[in-house]
């Protein structure tokens, strides 16, 4: 029997890029800008709540796609004027600048298998022509799309598209990556921070009546195979952060059966 050793070499160098990489500014504190699937991890550029929907919609055209080459998918404008939610008295200022500044938007890809570091825009270019909206993806974004439009358990990039409420995608960006993992807990300080309130002056009371009960009532509205578990915490009578717990699929169906619309659980309970 013959024994063969491959020798694995490191780079000191490379080494100190990926610590760097996983490192960057705003990936401990806001881990919904990070992807990770099927051996590629990658980290977003903050997107304004219309462009993450630009980014969505664009992104479910391709799922399906067998033909690799293809780099360029088109929507009607008016569907994804919809999807954006664009108010009808500036639609074209707002969709083109909003266009403007998510062509500048891209991501960092780190691939395990070759051990590289990518950093690409989205999109190599977006086109208006004759009622579409032409959306011609960058070559190096185009291995992530594809892994994150398949069929595996981490292609869930495309979800949340629908919704319409002003903080909803942003809570279904938070809760959609804790699935199935148990409880999580945030502080209210770090909540708020997720949700891009950090400087605002909200109670927990407006923060629960204005964006945390809308926003989940929304998500149950368009889908029956989610189930929030959702809790206060508090210290002495001050709530000091929220723990949820997020189930899918057919268990979750069951549950809501059994309780269908969404409540936030007393402290009692």
């Known amino acids: 029997m013959s024994i063969y050793l491959t020798r694995k070499i490191v780079s000191p160098d490379f080494e100190r890029l990926l610590t760097a990489f996983h490192g960057l500014e705003g990936a401990v504190a806001r881990p919904n800008q990070g992807i990770r699937v099927e051996g590629l991890t990658g980290r977003l550029d903050p997107l304004s709540?219309?462009?993450?929907?630009?980014?969505?919609?664009?992104?479910?055209l391709v799922k399906g796609e067998a033909?690799?080459?293809?780099?360029?998918?088109?929507?009607?404008?008016e569907q994804l004027v919809q999807i954006c939610g664009i108010e009808r008295g500036n639609l074209y200022e707002s969709l083109l600048n909003e266009t403007a500044k998510l062509l500048k938007?891209?991501?960092?890809?780190?691939?395990e298998a070759n051990?590289?570091?990518?950093r690409t825009v989205w999109f190599q270019s977006i086109e208006f022509s004759a009622g579409k909206i032409?959306?011609?993806?960058?070559?190096?974004?185009?291995?992530?799309?594809?892994?994150?439009?398949?069929?595996s358990p981490g292609s869930d990039l495309i979800k949340g598209i629908q919704y319409k409420g002003?903080?909803?995608?942003?809570?279904?960006?938070?809760?959609?990556p804790c699935r199935g993992k148990g409880v999580i807990e945030y502080s209210i300080p770090r909540l708020m921070q997720q949700l891009s309130?950090?400087?605002?002056?909200?109670?927990?009371?407006?923060?629960?009546?204005?964006?945390l009960e809308p926003a989940f009532r929304e998500i149950y509205s368009r889908d029956d195979a989610v189930f929030v578990l959702?809790?206060?915490?508090?210290?002495?009578?001050k709530v000091e952060g929220v723990r949820f717990e997020v189930t899918v699929g057919e268990e979750a169906r069951a549950l809501r059966r059994l309780e269908p619309e969404f409540r936030i659980v007393p402290s009692g309970e």
């Open 49 to 60: 709540e219309t462009q993450q929907k630009m980014l969505a919609a664009a992104i479910a």
């Open 67 to 77: 033909d690799r080459r293809r780099t360029c998918y088109a929507m009607e404008l």
């Open 105 to 111: 938007k891209g991501v960092w890809i780190f691939d």
């Open 115 to 118: 051990r590289s570091v990518v």
């Open 134 to 151: 032409v959306f011609q993806f960058a070559d190096k974004a185009l291995p992530l799309i594809f892994r994150c439009t398949s069929d």
């Open 166 to 176: 002003k903080h909803t995608l942003a809570v279904f960006a938070m809760i959609w």
């Open 197 to 211: 309130l950090e400087h605002t002056r909200y109670s927990y009371g407006q923060l629960k009546l204005r964006i």
């Open 230 to 237: 959702f809790r206060p915490l508090f210290s002495g009578r």
